[in-house]
């Protein structure tokens, strides 16, 4: 379901970039429309998107590899997300925004581990444990997030040309996970995947503008990479099979975003 409404969506965006292009060079259209709309202090709107979401993991390099395979892989999904949009004019050429949203995302990681059994014994610096058979089940676990993301951007624009103009943004996200998991007692040996609730990040994005009658239509691309270790350690009775093959693992999306104000 998720991805038939990404694909939908990502088709509109594209449809109201050919409807918006074919407004802009309309030789019977020429005249500039809400002329005043970008002179206001404040205003509003809201956006509607689809994404990609992965992680980018480092391994642990005893049981995150085996010699030079990676045992922990990653594979991504498509979804979809909404949220709101509060804009602040700071000068002619750049905005303050601030676009508080939901986003669903769903992914894959797969644990190839098994041959951690050869560190059983433990090291001088990791523990015996005692090992497992993995079972198909235990070897995957797909994650679902909720995540409240609070990105504050900063908005470049170009001069406006008839009824478009280009854009640039770029800014800092505060994500909260709410299906983290990071409160339960149990772990990957219970088949339950833990991460952080509270997370930071950076976001770039690009687009154009294009103005009608009514409101103003911008399709963009965004990208949101997180800057902290989502990673949240298994217990200390549990082997080294899942999250103890990861030093790190972060969050990374691709959306295409269409924002209507």
Do not use: C
């Amino acid at each position: 379901m998720n991805k038939i409404l990404s694909k939908a969506l990502i088709l509109a965006t594209f449809g109201a970039t050919f409807f918006a292009q074919a407004q802009l060079f309309s030789t019977n259209n020429r005249m500039d429309k809400l002329e005043g709309f970008d002179q206001q202090k404040f205003s509003w709107g809201f956006y509607l998107n689809g994404n990609m979401y992965d992680y980018k993991i480092v391994l642990h390099p005893r049981y995150g590899m085996d010699v030079n395979h990676n045992l922990v892989t990653s594979k991504p999904s498509y979804s979809f997300g909404a949220g709101l949009i509060g804009k602040m004019r700071i000068s002619d050429d750049v905005d303050l925004r601030l676009e508080p949203g939901l986003q669903f995302a769903e992914r894959e990681l797969t644990f190839n581990t098994q041959s951690n059994d050869q560190y059983q014994f433990g090291t001088l610096t990791n523990p015996a444990f005692t090992p497992i058979t993995l079972k198909d089940e235990d070897k995957t676990r797909v994650i679902k997030s909720t995540l409240l993301d609070i990105p504050v951007l900063v908005e470049y624009h170009g001069l406006r040309w008839y009824n478009s103009r280009p854009y640039v943004a770029g800014g800092f996200n505060y994500i909260v996970n709410l299906q983290s998991n990071s409160g339960s007692p149990e772990d990957n040996m219970q088949s339950t995947y833990r991460s952080t609730t509270h997370n930071f990040a950076w976001s770039a994005e690009m687009g154009i503008q294009f103005y009608f009658n009514r409101f103003k239509l911008t399709p963009g691309i965004r990208g949101t990479f997180f800057l902290n270790n989502e990673k949240v350690a298994d217990n200390p009775t549990t082997p080294p099979y899942w999250a103890s093959a990861m030093s790190t693992i972060q969050s990374r999306a691709i959306m295409f975003v269409l924002k209507f104000e």
